[in-house]
């Protein structure tokens, strides 16, 4: 996907945003089945930048690997 692809007024990105604002602790299922918990520090077109509590770097996650993101609190 390329940069103007990723469109900022599409709900979806809107919400992620906002929950991101908020530092809102988030559950992202993996198509391979694993759940990781954190809190986003950014997102780009490709990746999603997740920061775990006991971490110092952000795990980046790629897009397509993402089947669903929720907020846990």
Same mark, same amino acid.
């Given at each position: 996907?390329?940069?103007?692809?990723?469109?900022?007024?599409?709900?979806g990105?809107?919400?992620?945003q +906002? &929950?991101?604002?908020e530092?809102?602790?988030? +559950?992202?299922?993996?198509?391979d089945?694993?759940?990781?918990?954190?809190?986003?520090? &950014?997102q780009?077109?490709?990746?999603?930048?997740l920061?775990?509590?006991? +971490?110092?770097?952000?795990?980046?996650?790629?897009?397509?690997?993402?089947?669903?993101?929720?907020?846990?609190?």
């Open positions: 996907m390329d940069a103007a692809g990723f469109d900022p007024t599409l709900p990105f809107r919400l992620i +906002s &929950w991101m604002r530092k809102r602790v988030l +559950s992202i299922e993996l198509v089945g694993r759940r990781l918990d954190g809190r986003l520090d &950014w780009d077109p490709e990746y999603l930048a920061r775990r509590d006991e +971490s110092i770097d952000p795990i980046l996650i790629a897009r397509r690997a993402v089947i669903t993101v929720r907020p846990l609190i």
